[in-house]
């Protein structure tokens, strides 16, 4: 029989572990919770195979977690007749850290017990935070003990039960189990450290339990008494279920330190039987970052936990809500293959889908501002409903928008009160793209819906143009890009009063010399511009750049990275008669039109209309003209001034 065998952990566990073990956490109590929810696992797993029909060793055992202390040694024992692991799955799943970028854990970690001794002298991260974000639970044991011993008997095939012991500093090793091996499943011997000697008391362990895993669906012992008594509170009528009871079973399930946002609780006949409890949590989910594939229902078939985190029970839209599903029509023993393509799953899908917009719809109408809680949470994933045709004008009218209207980041308006309050006569939503608030202000597209007093919504997240172009139409109403705005779209719509000064109408002699100040600069630009146009949409800045096929620049700056064109697009430049600048360069031109001021000017003009686009390619070119037109006009003004 092998004996005794030493292992190292590898590093980066090391790591980790020395971490676990070395810092002072607050919430330390938690490693009972990660040790019960292992055990309820590992239940779990046996009933579910025991529905399909396998007979386990000692089949007659119950399912249950039981805890007992003995204080005289000091130590805590955790055992469940779940499961199991053989020798080698223990040091395969308890040897390691199981989940990938153990390296971005410790950075994170490092980084953030950083910004917690910056706060405040003393302060020490909390063990749940970690645990939850990272998934390293069985090792949150080690917070609390010297030495811990795990004693395992496989449910099935005939493996001996070993034992995997360690103190969690260097090394572990595995050896056959002796005498205590339970008769299935796991036994975890818990050797306190001085300092945890509080996890002997009994009604302290009782009291962690109730907190932390009331809803566990197995009976938890606590020297020999139940104490979870909590019932499958999906299931219960929902005029019996308390706010508290939401909340609690909320937090046992997601592990969030926050409460929910909202619960939506459903108990639904047709077309499929099923109960849910939703929750739309008010964290925001990081479903664009590490928590990528952490998504999902718990699917139940008849209170029996077929798998955690289904993904084909919502549409990745919804990816922040969290909760559970339970139905009575799918078999217990379906596969998980077969679970994608099952029936029953799509249409509780589309039911859960019609009734979370339902519930949405409800919320932006009868309370505003809790919507705005949502969208300032959520916006930014289900935003990417755009793409639900079958949904899509529901999820059209829930989206919000940023816009010239309002007077920070804050505001927030849907597409119905765009409508509402846009000018008569105004059949377009006009949007524009910019990296934020403050860059789509400044955007010279936006300057003639300035004047004209058209709202423009401010899109400042790569994805929005994707929305805006997939959604094309809201209510018979197009969807466009300021930029692609023509004359003939805007001229039906008067200038509002502007208190600003106008420039002076220019005579008919300027008007065509202009015209031919237009052509000059299309020479000087060369190949670098389709056409130098007048504009009609500048007010304050002297010119701008055009597409003439309507894509906005955003989009089209997109397409190229795509395509890995880094050349920059020849566009048409457009340009305001009336800007001070351009008056200039008309004086000067009618003076004499081969003047090279004039080259330098055009140039310049052009260089700070491709900065603005975001395609400028030679910053020091611009800069030394601008240096040089700059040592210019510092001359001049010293000259007129007589200085
Ligand atoms: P997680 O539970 O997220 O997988 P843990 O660190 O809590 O991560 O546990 C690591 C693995 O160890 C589990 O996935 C499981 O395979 C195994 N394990 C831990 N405790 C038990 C147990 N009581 N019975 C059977 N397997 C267990
Ligand atoms: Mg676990």
Redesign the pocket.
Known sequence: MAASVHHEFRTETRKVLNILTNSLYTNREIFLR?LI???S??LDKLRFTQNKGQSPCQPDLPLEIAITIDKEHKILTIR?T????SRE?MAE??GTI?RSGSEQFLADLAKESDAKAGEEGEAKPDAAQIIGRF?????SVFMVASKVEVT?RPAYGDAPAATWVSDGLGTYSVEDAGDNAPER??V?VVHLKEDAEEYLEKYRLESVIKKHSGFVPFPVLLEGEKVNTQPALWREPKFSVTKEQYTEFYKALTYDHKDPQDQIHLAVDAPVQFNALIYIPDTEADIFGMGRDHWGLDLYARRVLINHENKDLLPEYLAFLKGVVDTEDLPLNISRETLQENVVIRKIQQTLVKQVLGHLEKMAKGDPEAYEKFWQRHGRVFKMGYNDFVNRDRIAALLRFNSSEHEDNNGLISLETYMERAREGQKTIWFVCAPNREAARLNPHTEIFRRKGLEVLFLCEPIDEFVMEGLGKYKEWDIKSVESATDEQLKDFSDKADDKPKAAPLTDDDTAAFDKLLARIKEILGDKVKDVRLSHRLADSPACLVSDDGMSSSMEKFMRVMQKDDSVPVKVLEVNRDHGLMRAMLRIFKADATDPVLTDMAQGIFDTSLLLDGYLKDPQALASRTNTLLAQAGAWYAEVKKI
């Open positions: 990660e929810s292992n055990a696992d590992a469940d779940g499961i199991g692991m799955e799943n308890l199981a998934g390293v639970g069985f090792y395992s499943g796991t975890i």
